[in-house]
């Protein structure tokens, strides 16, 4: 069995990754950190884990976690940075949920996250677990960067159109909206009920801590600079996002059906929706999938492209584990059967 360890256990996807390493046939969950909760049992904090986990969280301690086959970093920003190190050191390979190794400029970083990165000779050697792009190099990954919610869904729908250099890429537009979750589980005014419920708003639009990120995966594949105009927004709900994104097509006589099932044909997580049928983020919900639909309105010369996902799920632990089974040459879909949950 793999021996596993969640650092950062008490937040969302922490929780999310107990749930779906729990179905999973090849792992074993050997230690939980929480500082905050350190000494409380798992199923104490989280009562729909009982009879699952006989598990109690404990101090973030290296030589613990150093113990493990894979430790994941369920945790904010600037935690795994400075602990990631020693790990590595110790022959541990890493999936990082935060955004501490996405970028590989550690000034851009900076920038973006407010202060020094503390390990900023390990980005060059992260790499960004987007399977759908990487999935060669995720193979031999020792350090695992796992994609945060709003890329994914942004780079899954732009991905076909700019590796075939068929949109303008100075011109990209994306208008994501993601339920609550996706803001962690601190307790924020701003995400009560009474203040989120029965109501759309955007946040973020002067400039948003994703946007580097999904800037330089979307280069990336462009082969050239891409400019982004993103603006996120909040949804009433606790789970999903909905990116809807514009781009003008430089050849509008192409087959963009065909070239976007073509694409992820083979892809066990994507799924390109029939022609006029369009994403909801209810089919998605609990489930490693992303669902894409475009749309070329009245004929003209501008795509629609629209993504549904889980935040949870394949924009936050479910592509986690879909990384470590790459990782460890194992199905890639094991553990990561669930179906979305309906109504």
């Not at 894979?70 to 990082?96: C, K, Q, S, W, Y």
Request: net charge negative; hydrophobic share 45%; glycine share 8%.
């Amino acid at each position: 069995m793999v021996k596993v360890g969640i650092v950062g256990g008490t937040g969302y996807t922490g929780v999310e990754l107990l749930r779906l390493l729990a179905s999973h046939q090849e792992v074993e969950v050997v230690a939980i950190t929480s500082r905050a909760e350190s000494g409380r049992r798992v199923d104490d904090l989280y009562p729909n884990l009982r009879g699952i986990y006989d598990l109690a969280y404990t101090e973030p301690a290296p030589k613990t976690l150093a113990a493990c086959d894979i430790v994941f970093f369920a945790t904010p920003h600037n935690v795994a940075m400075n602990l990631v190190p020693e790990l590595l050191a110790a022959g541990t390979r890493v999936i990082d949920l935060s955004a501490d190794y996405r970028i590989r400029d550690d000034q851009l970083w900076s920038k973006w996250y407010g202060e020094p990165h503390a390990s900023p000779e390990l980005l060059a050697d992260a790499v960004y677990g987007l399977p759908e792009v990487n999935r060669a190099q995720i193979v031999d990954a020792q350090l695992l960067a796992c994609p945060g919610c709003y890329p994914t869904s942004v780079q899954l729908g732009l991905i076909p159109l700019l590796s075939r250099g068929l949109v303008d890429p100075a011109h990209l537009i994306a208008s994501s909206a993601s339920g609550v979750s996706g803001a962690g589980r601190q307790a924020k005014i701003d995400n009560l009920l009474s203040e989120v419920s029965d109501s759309f708003k955007a946040y973020g639009v002067a400039g948003h801590r994703h946007l580097p990120e999904i800037e330089q995966g979307l280069s990336d594949v462009a082969g050239s600079p891409v400019s982004l105009t993103f603006v996120p927004h909040l949804l009433p709900m606790i789970r999903g996002i909905h990116s809807t994104l514009f781009a003008q097509l430089n050849d509008s006589a192409v087959d963009l059906q065909g070239l976007y099932e073509q694409w992820y044909v083979d892809e066990p997580f994507v799924d390109v929706l029939p022609a006029g049928v369009f994403p909801q983020t209810r089919t998605v919900k609990g489930a490693n999938r992303c669902q894409i639909s475009l749309q070329v309105p009245q004929g003209r010369d501008t795509v629609v492209i629209m993504v549904a996902i889980d935040n949870l799920v394949k924009g936050a632990s479910g592509q986690a584990i879909q990384n470590m089974n790459i990782m460890l040459g194992l199905p890639e879909d094991m553990g990561l059967k669930q179906i979305g949950l309906l109504p």
